[in-house]
């Protein structure tokens, strides 16, 4: 049983450094974004730049924070599948430890497993999903307004 005990505490390890290198992985892509952000405003600002050359300099400015965000999306689904597999490993050995309290076992029933409709009832990663999303609107719909300025002379 000892082996057995310390097996899933290796596990449970590994799946808490990866939690921990998803969080790490969202705020250095959030440190990206901030910065894109950041030199947008400086470009616009401080740059002496107007028209068309300031579009011009921004867009690709934005095209990075576009791709930044579908990469950082992409990272975080895969570390939610290897999660999840992790974690399916560590309920299967709590089920073979003797006298188990079965702990991710009761988590997981009680805030992860489908109910009725099918739906998770929570994940971390939905939610963190939606800050790369929201961010690529951001940048979607700044690129169209400096565009659309562009094209009517406001800038």
């Known amino acids: 049983m000892a082996d057995k005990f310390e097996e899933y505490k290796l596990l449970n390890e590994r799946a808490q450094r990866l939690s921990e290198r998803r969080q790490t992985t969202t705020q250095t892509y959030l440190t990206i ?7 947008v405003a400086f470009i616009v600002k401080d740059s002496g730049l107007s028209g068309w050359a300031l579009v011009l300099i921004a867009l690709p400015l934005f095209a990075v924070g576009i791709l930044a965000c579908f990469i950082w999306l992409g990272i975080m689904r895969k570390m939610e599948l290897f999660l999840d597999w992790q974690y399916d490993r560590l309920r299967e050995m709590e089920a073979g430890i003797e006298d188990s309290f079965k702990i991710l076992t009761k988590e997981n029933k009680f805030f992860y497993e489908p109910k009725k409709g099918g739906r998770k009832r929570f994940s971390f990663t939905l939610q963190e999903a939606w800050l790369p999303r929201l961010l690529i609107v ?5 690129a169209a307004a400096m565009i659309v300025s562009a094209c009517f002379g406001w800038l």
Do not use: E, K, R
């Open 138 to 142: 951001l940048f979607f719909l700044y």
């Open 33 to 39: 974004n901030t910065a894109i952000f950041g030199a």
